[in-house]
């Protein structure tokens, strides 16, 4: 117990001397020539690479350090694998810890084939068994055997890169410290000499200390803790980089996560507020909502839908990704609620048929417990399926089931992460949140600043009965309707319908459904009224006509009355005549027949 | 390279007479040895000595020994797992022994190899 504090006590004194050294270099070489930071190599390892601009020191070793099970010796191997599949850089791995075999199997799951790395010539792996009891010591020795084996392996592949995993426990294999500690010196004093950039993992020690036999002495470039911590019985995993000797580097905690496809760190903070802003318009794929949001929610916007249970939230957001598939548009439906055969089921109830966008391709449900995960697995996860579906319009249902899977403070920066990652790929986002009784107007997950458009769903109670309402809340940049609407849901899809005012308040529901009957009753007795008033004015005026027509025929009879008094009066008058002047003849004849 | 020659040449080729437990005729364990060295450094040179001096004083007329300099047959080290140089590796008897260091404590040399002292070997 006596030598590691020793050995601390020299490593403070190294470290300054260091730290002093490299002050009064610095400034006088970068006067000289151009200002360049250290050169970087590239870890490939998904967001390790952005919080340290472009990867770890190159030629120089880096500690990474993190208590048992941490994934240090899967950041090491994957900077192999990396190096040599995507970099060309060949890598040798000493592994102390374990067996060939044995390290071959536990990275196969990550998709990290050694075997075939070893077969190509790009990597070299030698396994060191040391077992401390059957080793014994008798004299001064050096760990030439060590050396020679890393020089065989490094000159094999041509190496750039090497892991050293756990070289510390050659301090339990092996007696006599000093010397141990002398030759760790030199080794990475060759290593320094032949450029090779290092990865040097180690045990995290007690108290708070990096290492537990002190290695960081001989690590005064870059050094990385890695941590697996347990909260509210979610694990997560985070990252720091605690020091980078000459180089900027983000300072956080970052998450990370050991996925299938290795080590994916996510840098919360890189994502900067630069996002382009679409002016084009996707459709809900509910006209009457596009209307009242004037043409649908910008392409790339966020879209927050909130309500208590049963509102049809998760009916929105799967209308929403039909209509995006619709389009030939691809899109993605993360649930945390259903399964997909669930959601499938459900959604054909409304007739919205996803199943055959699932067929084609364009339509990716993915299901998960929010449980099952910490945050950072989730965020890990969506970016992997944006990477590989790569969506044009994400479903996130529902968000609030998140906070199950952690405190709420997380939950909200875990979801801003997700909209400033989804916002920086110009993805449309949709998501549901449940709210509670009387706090509606604030989200489960206060996220609400966070998004640009905002649909309330409400249901409304009255004459015993629930009915939806859709307010829009917020919608940026554009104009939106302050107009209450009633959501109901048919067979046939989604509708919006106008709420009727009355004087007792919104109408909703059977209520509207009777004003309606109302109003339709009403209007049908305005027309059966004006029918028989037609009837009744028609009736009328036949009358009226057939008086005319009698009135008429009367006069024209009295007219013709009239004609044939005055034809017989002429005639009259002229038989007359004519009776005159017979007589007039009579009278003359008898004067002349007389005398016969 | 002459020491190595040496103490080769001192060693025996016991596979004939050894027994089916691994034993010399006369019931005493047979060495089977393989000392790892790197070049002709002082410290090999003194491990190669101690070792003859071990060797012709304990284990007269029942041992073998292999030299393997590593800087000649470097693809060997992984063999016996050799980290540390000088390593005197007891292949036989059984199990395998490291003895790391140039052997200049003799008594723990001894330990290693498990051998009982002359006078003991004697009774």
Request: proline share 3%; net charge negative.
């Amino acid at each position: 117990m006596k030598a590691p504090k020793k050995v601390w006590g020299r490593r403070d004194c190294s470290g300054e001397c260091c730290e002093r050294m490299s002050n009064t270099a610095g400034p006088a070489s970068a006067d000289a020539r151009v200002l360049t930071g250290p050169e970087k190599a590239p870890t490939g390892i998904k967001g390790f690479d952005e919080i340290t601009n472009g990867g770890l020191p190159r030629g120089r070793p880096t500690l990474v350090t993190g208590a048992a099970g941490s994934g240090k010796t899967l950041f090491g191997i994957e900077f192999l694998v990396r190096g040599a599949r995507d970099f060309g850089e060949p890598g040798v791995l000493l592994a102390f810890e374990e067996a060939q075999d044995d390290l071959v199997t536990n990275v196969a799951s990550l998709g990290f084939d050694l075997e075939q790395l070893e077969n190509d010539g790009l990597l070299a792996i030698d396994a060191f068994r040391l077992d401390p009891a059957e080793i014994i010591e008798t004299g001064a020795f050096d760990l030439e055997g060590l050396f020679i084996r890393l020089q065989m392996a490094v000159e094999s592949v041509g190496a750039k890169r090497v892991v050293l995993d756990t070289i510390e426990l050659l301090f339990s294999a092996l007696p006599n410290e000093a010397i141990i500690r002398g030759e760790l010196g030199r080794l990475f004093r060759w290593l320094k000499d032949r450029d090779l950039t290092v990865v040097i993992t180690g045990e995290r020690g007690k108290l708070g200390n990096l290492t537990r036999f002190g290695i960081e002495e001989y690590v005064s470039d870059c050094v990385v803790t890695l941590d697996h911590r347990v909260e509210d019985e979610i694990s997560t995993r985070r990252l720091r980089v605690v020091k980078y000797r000459g180089s900027l580097h983000g300072t956080n905690e970052y998450p990370f996560l050991i996925t299938e496809k290795g080590l994916v760190v996510v840098p919360i903070t890189s994502v900067g507020l630069t996002y382009e802003a679409s002016n084009e318009r996707v459709s809900s794929g509910i006209p009457r909502l596009d209307e009242m949001l004037s043409g649908g929610v910008y392409r790339g916007s966020s879209v927050m839908i909130s309500g208590t249970a049963g509102t049809g939230k998760t009916s929105i957001g799967a209308l929403m990704a039909d209509a995006s598939c619709a389009r030939g548009e691809k899109a993605l439906f993360f649930s945390f609620e259903e399964s997909p055969e669930q959601l499938i089921r459900n959604m054909a109830s409304i007739g919205m048929d996803l199943r055959r966008w699932v067929d084609s391709g364009l339509l990716l449900l993915e299901a998960v417990r929010p449980t099952a995960f910490g945050f950072e697995e989730h965020l890990a996860m969506l970016h992997r399926l944006l990477d590989e579906h790569e969506p044009q319009l994400v479903v996130l249902d529902a968000v609030a089931s998140l906070t199950s899977a952690g405190a709420r403070a997380d939950t909200t920066s875990a979801i801003s992460r997700d909209l400033d990652l989804l916002k920086g790929r110009g993805i449309t986002t949709v998501m549901t949140t449940l709210t509670h009784g009387e706090s509606q107007e604030s989200s489960e997950v206060d996220v609400s600043s966070l998004v640009d458009t905002w649909l309330l769903l409400r249901n409304q109670e009255s004459n015993g009965e629930r009915n939806r309402l859709l307010f829009v809340i917020k919608s940026r940049g554009s104009a939106h309707s302050n107009q209450v609407r009633e959501f109901v849901l048919t067979d046939d899809g989604a509708e919006l319908l106008d709420v009727y005012v009355g004087p007792n308040g919104v109408l909703t529901g059977s209520e509207r459904i009777e004003q309606i009957s109302w109003e339709h009753l009403a209007q049908t007795t305005r027309a059966d009224e004006t029918e028989r008033r037609r009837q009744e004015l028609a009736q009328r005026s036949a009358a009226l006509q057939a008086q005319m027509a009698a009135l008429q025929a009367q006069l024209t009879a009295e007219g013709a009355e009239f004609d044939r008094f005055v034809a017989s009066e002429a005639e009259g008058r002229a038989s007359g005549v004519a009776v005159r002047a017979s007589q007039g003849r009579e009278r003359s004849g008898e004067q002349a027949g007389g005398g016969r | 390279m002459s020491e190595e020659k040496d103490i080769a040449a001192e060693s025996e080729d016991f596979t004939e007479d050894i027994n089916v437990q691994g034993n010399a005729p006369d019931g005493q364990p047979m060495y089977d040895l393989r000392l790892y060295v790197a070049g002709q450094s002082p410290r090999s040179v003194r491990a190669l000595e101690n070792l003859r001096r071990v060797c012709d004083e304990h284990l007269a007329g029942r041992y073998r020994v292999e030299v393997i300099d590593l800087l000649v047959n470097p693809a060997l080290a992984r063999g016996d797992e050799i980290v540390a140089v000088p390593t005197l590796v007891r292949k036989l008897p059984e199990p395998i022994r490291k003895i790391i260091g140039d052997l200049s404590d003799t008594d723990r040399v001894l330990v290693g190899l498990q051998v009982r002292p002359m006078g003991e070997s004697a009774q």
